[in-house]
């Protein structure tokens, strides 16, 4: 039962373009979804969140957008860098943030 | 302050075995939850503690376990180990429920091989 989706294994962009990196769910009762971006042989590192009560957050380069209606959340990143290249995860949160339910991630190339 | 520590960061083991992986959260993080990662299966929930309690459990056998000291450092343990074990175990610290902090902060994780 995989709760959160990333529908997308990979992702290639030119640098300086937009990415753009989407994940699906199916609880609604998620109170917070978030954004963590890994690179290999570290853990995750957090990048951006959104509660369930808006639509849209922003950070710098990093925006994510909620669409409740159609369980969606995406993840813009605009421009592009060669050292955005990571797996993005999307996670969301319910339940007093006992525990957190990862999608299976998309892996981003930024091409120079 | 001092990012979470895991250890060991690679551990070669035998089927049957059992392993014991340790987790250090950042100073004054009381909640500590694990996961295990392997290819194709994103990041899978095991279990989260908070003062020395777990307070939820992933759909993993009994065979995998864990604890919470009172210094809220963490052990979980993997017995009669099986092949389709191996991954990468990663444990995650954050302040705490009703602290308004959502996000987790994430150890360098440990690479278990079971051959």
């Known amino acids: 039962d995989q709760q959160v989706k990333q529908n997308s294994p990979s992702l290639s962009v030119q640098e300086g373009r937009i990415s753009i990196l989407n994940c699906d769910y199916t609880?609604?009762?998620?109170?917070?979804f978030l954004w963590y971006k890994k690179y290999p042989a570290e853990g995750p590192t957090f990048l951006i969140s959104?509660?369930?009560?808006?639509d849209k957050n922003e950070d710098g380069r990093f925006t994510v957008f909620l669409n409740k209606s159609a369980k969606h959340l995406s993840l813009h990143i605009v421009p592009s860098q060669p050292g955005d290249s990571a797996v993005y995860f999307c996670?969301?949160?319910?339940?007093?943030?006992?525990?957190?339910?990862f999608g299976t991630g998309t892996k981003l190339q930024v091409i120079p | 302050k001092a990012g979470v520590t895991q250890t060991p960061r690679y551990l070669i083991k035998t089927r049957g075995q059992q392993v014991t992986l340790s987790c250090s959260p950042i100073s004054g993080h009381r909640s500590v939850s694990w996961y295990q990662q392997t290819p194709g299966q994103g990041l899978q929930f095991l279990f989260e503690y908070f003062s020395e309690t777990q307070r939820n459990k992933g759909n993993f056998p009994g065979r995998f376990s864990g604890r919470q000291f009172s210094n809220s450092r963490s052990e979980m343990n993997v017995s009669t180990l099986e092949l389709g074990d191996s991954a990468l175990y990663l444990c995650?610290?954050?302040?705490?429920?009703?602290?308004?902090?959502?996000?987790?902060?994430f150890g360098p994780g440990t690479r278990l091989t079971v051959t």
């Open positions: 959104i509660s369930s009560i808006k």
């Open positions: 996670a969301a949160v319910t339940g007093g943030y006992q525990k957190v339910t």
């Open positions: 995650a610290s954050s302040p705490g429920p009703l602290t308004g902090v959502v996000e987790q902060y």
């Open positions: 609880n609604s009762m998620f109170d917070y």
